[in-house]
């Protein structure tokens, strides 16, 4: 009897991650369009975002959180700042871009570390008691992945930009009319390559929702 269970709770764990990243997946590529439409005001968003996650890492410090995981953490966010200059377009091998993803993923080793200190830690900063598994993916999803995937779901690729004197040309698709070339986010990009593959003859990715 224990073995039939098992081997029932394990196919159902494996299916329970598989709806949990198609969920995923379908709600990022939602959140792309609605960049695409909003861009202005995506970018005024990741913005106000960056700035209030960089005011919550000072608050952490006073805290009395270890200055060094602050102060990454607080660079990493200072490092996309760069990157709304010329938002929503990316060059995709630019300086800005490629130091954010190192930070970026720097970023993300200091809070693992961090957290497993706190657990393995005879003195530690948080109570183990606090230290719940739904609070830890919490904190790294705000302290590392929020603002990353904001830029991941809105980006797009210079390629689709109309070329000026100056290097870009910014224009927003508040959801009126727009003219010259339709922008496509980098992910939306990466998803439709993926189910044209898969479904060479079948409808346009973008029409499956």
Known sequence: MGLVFKIVASIASFI????????????????CDIAEEYASVTKRWLSIG??????????????????MNVCIGI???????????????????????????MVSAAN?????????????SREPIVERD?????????????????????FFVSLSSADDCLPTSSGFKNEYNDGGSSTGK???????????????????????PNKFY
Not at 16 to 31: D, P, T
Not at 80 to 92: G, N, S
Not at 182 to 204: A, D, Q, V
Request: charged residues 10%; glycine residues 8%.
């Open 75 to 101: 660079g990493a966010h200072l490092s996309y700042l760069p990157l709304l200059k010329t938002f929503p377009y990316v060059e995709p091998v630019s300086v800005a871009l490629i130091f954010s993803v």
């Open 182 to 204: 339709k922008k496509k986010g980098i992910f939306k990009t990466f998803m439709n390559s993926i189910l044209k593959n898969r479904w060479p003859s079948g409808p346009e």
């Open 108 to 120: 993300h080793m200091n809070w693992f570390h961090f957290f497993v200190a706190q657990l393995t």
């Open 130 to 150: 606090e230290l719940t598994a739904i609070r830890m993916v919490g904190c790294i999803f705000l302290f590392v992945w929020l603002i990353p995937v904001g």
């Open 50 to 67: 960056t700035t209030t996650i960089i005011v919550i890492h000072l608050l952490l410090l006073l805290g009395g959180f270890p200055y």
């Open 16 to 31: 329970a991650l598989g709806v949990l990243a198609l969920s995923l997946s379908a709600g990022l590529y939602f959140a």
